[in-house]
């Protein structure tokens, strides 16, 4: 089976594509075989081939070196840059979490290591009546909470924490991603976190620095 990892985050556009596929840049340098996933997507253009495709599923494959149809690494692809729950109710589609666990299971016998991201937050809805939260309870992965460092990040960062918490999911650890260059006592925070959160900081994005991760080899 393959070692795997959940990259979730405090919001949308708090920078968990970056850390997926640095994270996915990591393991190959160790030489291992890795793939990226993203289940789903919206913002979605259609290629010289027809297919919808979605940037920052281009990122993840860029960082692989496990070649995979895109119908694994990205299942559910929509156009609209919107929610993906109402991109999928405006095509007329229910999706499923059977779906993207089972393009999961595929990936994990391709790979030595699959790098999942997430859409939004943790309780974004996937339907009427699941959220991303149901789709990381179905996978039962450990997970890498990516932290948008900004004014009211601490307490967007402990309400997710919690949550995953509650329902018996694995924190592996977090990554403090500075997408305010403006922040104010931007290291004051970054120690609350640490103080608050009991998963290990796996690593500390400046802005536009690279990241360096705190992993085991």
């Known amino acids: 089976m393959a070692q795997s990892y959940l990259i979730l985050g405090t919001d949308t556009n708090v920078g968990k594509t970056y850390v997926a596929g640095s994270l996915l840049k990591h393991f190959v340098q160790l030489g291992l075989k890795a793939v990226g ?40 692809r ?3 840059a919107i929610a993906p729950h109402i991109a999928a109710q405006q095509a007329g589609i229910t999706m499923q979490l059977e779906v993207i666990a089972q ?6 016998a391709m790979a030595d290591v699959v790098i999942v991201e997430g ?14 939260a149901d ?8 997970i890498i909470l990516v932290v948008g460092m900004r004014l009211g ?27 305010d260059p403006d922040m104010n006592n931007f290291e004051e925070n970054l ?27």
């Not at 609350?192 to 500390?204: D, E, R």
Request: charged share 10%; net charge neutral; hydrophobic share 45%.
């Open 37 to 76: 996933m993203k289940p789903i997507a919206s913002g979605c253009e259609l290629n010289a081939t027809g297919e919808l495709v979605n940037e920052d599923v281009q990122v993840l494959q860029n960082a692989s070196n496990t070649k995979a149809p895109l119908d694994l690494i990205n299942p559910y």
């Open 78 to 80: 929509f156009a609209p």
């Open 103 to 108: 393009a999961y299971l595929q990936l994990t």
């Open 119 to 132: 859409a939004g937050g943790f309780l974004v809805p996937l339907n009427q009546n699941q959220t991303l």
């Open 135 to 142: 789709l990381a309870k179905k996978l039962n992965i450990p």
């Open 153 to 179: 990040c601490i307490n967007h960062a402990l309400l997710t924490v919690e949550a995953i918490e509650a329902r018996g999911l694995r924190l592996a650890g977090w990554v403090a991603n500075q997408i």
């Open 191 to 217: 120690s609350s976190l640490q103080q608050h959160i009991v998963a290990p900081c796996l690593g500390v994005v400046h802005w536009q620095s690279e990241i360096r991760f705190n992993l085991p080899a």
